[in-house]
Nanobody
Framework: QVQMIEYGGGLVQAGGSLNLSCVNS????????MGWFRQAPGKEREFVAA????????YYADSVNRRFTVSRDNTKDTVYLHMNSLKPEDTAVYYC?????????????????WGQGTQVTVSP
C-alpha cells in the first residue's frame, strides 16, 4: 500500500525559504511520477510542480516557476520541494502525490495516492 508523509512545513517571512520533503513508504517509488499540489483557504487545490520517475523532466506552475525546485532521491524514496523567495500568496497546505502515469501531471485526476498535507504559512 502506498503511503506518503510530507515534512517541512512551517511559518516563514516573505522572501524566505522552506524545504518540503515527502517520504513514500510504498513499493517501487522509482516507478512513480511525483507531484506537489497546494490548497489555500477558500480555494481549490492547484498544481505546483511535478517530476518524472528518473528526475527529468520537471514541470512547474507559472506562479512558482524559477522560485521553486522539485527533485527526488529514489534511493531514499523521497521527493523534495525547495521553495525560495516565498510570498504571502504561497500560503497553503502542500500535498505530494504519486502517479503511475507520465502525462497530464498538472491534473489532480492523474494522481492515485496523496499525502495528508503540510501547512506552509508566509507572513508579509
Amino acid at each position: 500500500q502506498v503511503q506518503m508523509i510530507e515534512y517541512g512545513g512551517g511559518l516563514v517571512q516573505a522572501g524566505g525559504s522552506l524545504n518540503l520533503s515527502c517520504v513514500n513508504s510504498g513499493p517501487d517509488f522509482s516507478g512513480y511520477a511525483m507531484g506537489w499540489f497546494r490548497q489555500a483557504p477558500g480555494k481549490e487545490r492547484e498544481f505546483v510542480a511535478a517530476i518524472k520517475r528518473n528526475g527529468n523532466p520537471t514541470y512547474y506552475a507559472d506562479s512558482v516557476n524559477r522560485r521553486f525546485t522539485v527533485s527526488r532521491d529514489n534511493t531514499k524514496d523521497t521527493v523534495y520541494l525547495h521553495m525560495n523567495s516565498l510570498k504571502p500568496e504561497d500560503t497553503a497546505v502542500y500535498y505530494c502525490a504519486t502517479s503511475l502515469r507520465y502525462w497530464d501531471l498538472d491534473r489532480e485526476s492523474t494522481y492515485d495516492h496523496w499525502g495528508q498535507g503540510t501547512q506552509v504559512t508566509v507572513s508579509p
